[in-house]
């Protein structure tokens, strides 16, 4: 059975862009009022949506300076498919939001993903294949969150929100070339969120060895053996980052080294950013990689699956990364805000 996922037009990524909002909630202002700061906290702060941000306008800014790398009219775009778990409503796409204020619209395929944190990389897997059979020039994959978490739950020490949007087209206009991947999945319980439930559940012992690492570690090893491929070949690898702890660990398992995962992990600064997490620490990467650069990235949602894909840095590169803002330069911005300003950007105080 053939494990790689590879189109058979060669494709690779034509522009991308990020955004993260400017809020920060140091993790200590959660410790101290839930365990009168005896808990040590698992990073140092996460990013917070403002009173006018959620999941569409976070899509359309990164949507937006991924086109402006990609150096194309919005109206090229066949494809706009936006993954989250925090779309803003129920019933009606974020995709349609997104296409309208880019101009991208009407004539472009839209929807909405949904994988928990694997939402936005399923997206450019399929991005991939669209533009690869030759339906589409150019179509575009974006991972966004606003991310959720019961007060004084675990989660919510980690639970960010940013986003990424990566646009695909022909290989020859590609700042990264997409060399193969190999997606991996199960029915692992490990994390959900029932209709009507404002908060989602996590499974405490599912969450780690038979979910996370499980998916992760066997995605990537899967996709390296296809490639012919070790660590060693890497310069940078990106794997999702709910915690610190979990990435670093099972990048090690896969044989990185540090300098190999440290540029991609963002988690200490903007927290875990759900569907946009392992997309947004790519964005970090494609900022300071140079020509001839492989990168391997694995995302991980849960309920569960990972998705790796392996992308080569050409030299395209230097002239379409400085168009936009870099990531550093959105997590360098930064306004630090209290639990209690926290508390009311992201509607948790109830007036009624």
């Given at each position: 059975?053939?494990?790689?996922?590879?189109?058979?037009r060669?494709?690779?990524?034509?522009?991308?862009?990020?955004?993260?909002?400017r809020?920060?909630?140091?993790?200590?202002?959660?410790?101290?009022?839930?365990?009168?700061?005896?808990?040590?906290?698992?990073?140092e702060e996460?990013?917070?949506p403002?009173?006018?941000?959620?999941?569409?306008?976070?899509?359309?800014?990164?949507?937006?300076n991924?086109?402006?790398?990609?150096?194309?009219?919005?109206?090229?775009?066949?494809a706009?498919?936006?993954?989250?778990?925090?779309?803003?409503?129920?019933?009606?796409?974020?995709?349609?939001?997104v296409?309208?204020?880019?101009g991208?619209?009407?004539l472009?395929?839209?929807?909405?993903?949904?994988?928990?944190?694997?939402?936005?990389?399923?997206?450019?897997?399929?991005a991939?294949?669209?533009?690869?059979?030759?339906?589409a020039?150019y179509?575009?994959?974006?991972?966004?969150?606003?991310?959720?978490?019961?007060?004084?739950?675990?989660?919510?020490y980690?639970?960010?929100?940013?986003?990424?949007?990566?646009?695909?087209?022909?290989?020859a206009?590609?700042?990264?070339?997409?060399?193969?991947?190999?997606?991996?999945?199960?029915?692992?319980?490990d994390?959900?969120?029932?209709?009507?439930?404002?908060?989602?559940?996590?499974?405490?012992?599912?969450?780690?060895e038979?979910?996370?690492?499980?998916?992760?570690?066997?995605?990537?090893?899967m996709?390296?053996?296809?490639?012919?491929?070790?660590?060693a070949?890497?310069?940078?690898?990106?794997?999702?980052?709910?915690?610190?702890?979990?990435?670093?660990?099972?990048?090690?398992?896969l044989?990185?080294?540090?300098?190999?995962?440290?540029?991609?992990?963002?988690?200490?600064?903007?927290g875990?950013?759900y569907?946009?997490?392992?997309?947004?620490?790519?964005?970090?990467?494609?900022?300071?990689?140079?020509?001839?650069?492989?990168?391997?990235?694995?995302?991980?949602?849960?309920?569960a699956?990972?998705?790796?894909?392996?992308?080569?840095?050409?030299?395209?590169?230097?002239?379409?990364?400085?168009?936009?803002?870099?990531?550093?330069?959105?997590?360098?911005?930064?306004t630090?805000?209290?639990?209690?300003?926290?508390?009311r950007?992201?509607?948790?105080?109830?007036?009624?």
């Amino acid at each position: 059975m053939t494990t790689l996922l590879k189109p058979q037009r060669d494709v690779g990524i034509v522009g991308y862009g990020a955004y993260i909002p400017r809020y920060r909630l140091p993790a200590r202002e959660v410790s101290a009022m839930w365990t009168d700061g005896t808990a040590e906290p698992p990073i140092e702060e996460k990013a917070v949506p403002g009173l006018d941000e959620d999941t569409a306008t976070i899509a359309i800014e990164a949507a937006r300076n991924a086109l402006i790398r990609a150096g194309i009219d919005p109206t090229e775009l066949r494809a706009i498919w936006v993954g989250s778990e925090s779309h803003p409503y129920a019933v009606k796409p974020t995709s349609t939001i997104v296409a309208e204020a880019l101009g991208a619209a009407p004539l472009v395929q839209a929807a909405d993903w949904e994988f928990a944190c694997k939402a936005g990389s399923e997206a450019i897997v399929a991005a991939i294949g669209m533009v690869g059979s030759g339906m589409a020039e150019y179509a575009m994959g974006i991972g966004a969150d606003t991310a959720q978490g019961r007060p004084g739950d675990a989660l919510e020490y980690t639970a960010g929100a940013g986003g990424a949007a990566i646009i695909i087209g022909p290989a020859a206009q590609a700042i990264a070339h997409f060399e193969g991947s190999v997606s991996y999945v199960t029915d692992t319980p490990d994390f959900w969120r029932r209709p009507q439930a404002e908060y989602p559940s996590h499974g405490m012992r599912f969450t780690g060895e038979p979910a996370y690492f499980h998916h992760i570690i066997t995605a990537g090893e899967m996709l390296m053996q296809a490639l012919g491929r070790t660590a060693a070949d890497y310069r940078y690898v990106v794997l999702h980052q709910p915690n610190v702890k979990f990435p670093v660990r099972a990048a090690q398992q896969l044989g990185f080294r540090p300098e190999q995962w440290e540029t991609g992990l963002l988690v200490n600064r903007i927290g875990n950013t759900y569907a946009g997490a392992s997309l947004v620490g790519l964005t970090a990467v494609l900022d300071v990689a140079e020509p001839g650069d492989r990168i391997l990235v694995v995302s991980f949602g849960s309920g569960a699956g990972s998705d790796a894909m392996s992308f080569l840095v050409t030299d395209r590169i230097h002239d379409r990364r400085l168009l936009a803002p870099t990531t550093a330069d959105y997590i360098a911005r930064r306004t630090v805000i209290d639990y209690a300003t926290y508390l009311r950007y992201r509607g948790k105080l109830k007036m009624h």
